[in-house]
């Protein structure tokens, strides 16, 4: 079954950055189009990035600029570099396909605030 395992969260201040990182245990990871979703208290789970093995990427319209996907297929890893945070991107982060597994990670807490 396939796992993911989210890690850099934390908290940051407006206008800083954090980088999230996530191990995805699938074989066929080289072949999925992978991606970031986000959930706020309170709100349902949104796409935020996507990036397919051809590595055509997609971002939600508030993070475009701001925010860049990428994923490492020697270590099935997958990236979210988060620049010029803002307090509206407080939420977990999560990593999965797209469209997503039914099975989702933990996630990682990020917090921007000051």
């Known amino acids: 079954q396939v796992r993911f395992v989210e890690s850099g969260g934390g908290l940051a201040q407006p206008r800083g950055s954090l980088r999230l990182s996530c191990v995805v245990s699938?074989?066929?990871?080289?072949?999925?189009?992978v991606a970031w979703y986000r959930q706020a208290p309170g709100k349902q789970r949104e796409l935020v990035a996507r990036?397919?093995?051809?590595?055509?990427?997609a971002y939600l319209d508030s993070v475009k600029g701001r925010f860049t996907i990428a994923r490492d297929n020697t270590k099935n890893m997958v990236f979210l570099q988060m620049n010029a945070l803002k307090p509206e991107d407080t939420a977990v982060y999560y990593c999965?396909?797209?469209?997503?597994?039914?099975?989702w990670g933990q996630g990682t807490q990020v917090t921007v605030s000051s």
């Open positions: 999965n396909r797209d469209p997503a597994f039914d099975a």
């Open positions: 699938e074989n066929s990871f080289s072949t999925l189009t």
């Open positions: 990036r397919t093995p051809a590595d055509v990427t």
